[in-house]
């Protein structure tokens, strides 16, 4: 299995809702990752999970709030977001902190 | 000056030519380089992975990394319409610089 999954594939939340994204891999990568990315830009970094606790928090604001229940388990727990937050969110992992394999994204529309 | 540079294009180009997307950077402690294809509204999917300065080929894509002039290119020969993408190259290092940062990507248009 080379591939990293990601739940759902689109979201529409409010801006007082709760919703989670879900990321799954099963290559025995021990770095994961959390991007953002909107339209014609690269992917902007959030936060990275070494061995499963977190080493890197890019200053993301606290509405998001990453999880890692396990080695093949990513969660970005979203609460009272805004508009501009709308964006495709990435997941990422890797054996190594370079080579990153990414999964599909979840497109997230907050109204 | 960013860290990597990139031309966004759009790049277009017809049927069957040969295609040169290129980053330049400034950070000399980069040692990994990745080329990365993303199609909209889709995640980026690796394409290259080089370590240090060479070459490196897979079918129809070659990647260069040109340390002493801190540039890298990657070659599409025989482009076809389903190599319309955007192109994102990536780079890092060891110790602080260990996390990839991106070029801004270039958007290839491959017009039958």
């Known amino acids: 299995d080379t591939e990293v999954t990601q739940t759902p594939k689109h979201l529409v939340m409010g801006m007082t809702n709760k919703k989670s994204l879900k990321c799954e891999q099963h290559?025995?990568?021990?770095?994961m990752y959390w991007y953002k990315q909107k339209a014609k830009k690269p992917p902007e970094l959030m936060f990275v999970?070494?061995?499963?606790?977190?080493?890197i928090n890019e200053s993301v604001p606290s509405r998001f709030s990453p999880e890692c229940p396990n080695s093949s388990l990513l969660n970005l727990h979203l609460h009272a977001l805004q508009p501009e937050d709308s964006a495709l969110y990435l997941c990422?992992?890797?054996?190594?902190?370079?080579?990153?394999?990414f999964g599909p994204g979840t497109r997230l529309t907050v109204l | 000056q960013k860290e990597v540079e990139q031309d966004p294009g759009p790049l277009s180009v017809p049927e069957g030519a040969i295609v040169s997307l290129n980053c330049t950077y400034s950070?000399?402690?980069?040692?990994?380089f990745m080329w990365y294809r993303q199609y909209s509204r889709k995640g980026p999917e690796l394409l290259m992975y080089?370590?240090?300065?060479g070459n490196k080929e897979d079918g129809r894509f070659t990647a260069q990394v040109d340390k002493s002039s801190k540039y890298i290119s990657l070659f599409i020969r025989d482009s076809q319409p389903s190599d319309s993408a955007t192109y994102l190259c990536?780079?890092?290092?060891?110790?602080?610089?260990?996390?990839?940062?991106f070029g801004r990507g270039t958007s290839l248009i491959v017009h039958p």
């Open positions: 950070n000399s402690a980069f040692q990994y």
């Open positions: 080089t370590y240090s300065s």
């Open positions: 990536a780079m890092s290092g060891f110790g602080g610089s260990y996390i990839p940062t």
């Open positions: 990422a992992s890797s054996r190594h902190y370079n080579e990153q394999f």
């Open positions: 290559m025995g990568h021990r770095a």
């Open positions: 999970y070494s061995y499963e606790k977190l080493s």
